[in-house]
Nanobody
Framework: QVQLVESGGGLVQAGGSLTLSCAAS????????MGWYRQAPGNQREFVAD???????KYAGAVKGRFTISRDNAKNTVSLEMNSLKVEDTAVYYC????????????????WGQGTQVTVSS
């Protein structure tokens, strides 16, 4: 079993900054891609950003240039630095990871964190 735990959510004024973190724990062999998704009430969960094991990153168009994703492979963590926040960024942010759970197989399984609330006020 693998657990992903997010932290760093909170309330911030528009134009401000906030950094989210996610730590993976449990029994696993390696982590492939780690990323962030978000979901606002009434909306579908949407992709925000991800980073693979080599450090290559992808960003949703709505956040590119404002958010920066990074990871620490030694600590099994991923962070999302959010700058120039907008009211539209308000959502529950979920950590996501593709994890190889055993050295006996190349299969990668998807895990999700519990989510952390980010609220941006005008």
């Amino acid at each position: 079993q693998v657990q992903l735990v997010e932290s760093g959510g909170g309330l911030v004024q528009a134009g401000g900054s906030l950094t989210l973190s996610c730590a993976a724990s449990g029994n696993f062999f390696s982590i492939a891609t780690m990323g962030w998704y978000r979901q606002a009430p009434g909306n579908q969960r949407e992709f925000v950003a991800d980073i693979d094991s080599a450090g290559s990153t992808k960003y949703a168009g709505a956040v590119k240039g404002r958010f920066t994703i990074s990871r620490d492979n030694a600590k099994n963590t991923v962070s999302l630095e959010m700058n120039s926040l907008k009211v539209e960024d308000t959502a529950v942010y979920y950590c996501n990871a593709g994890i190889r759970t055993t050295a006996l197989s190349f299969r990668v399984e998807t895990y999700w964190g519990q989510g952390t609330q980010v609220t941006v006020s005008s």
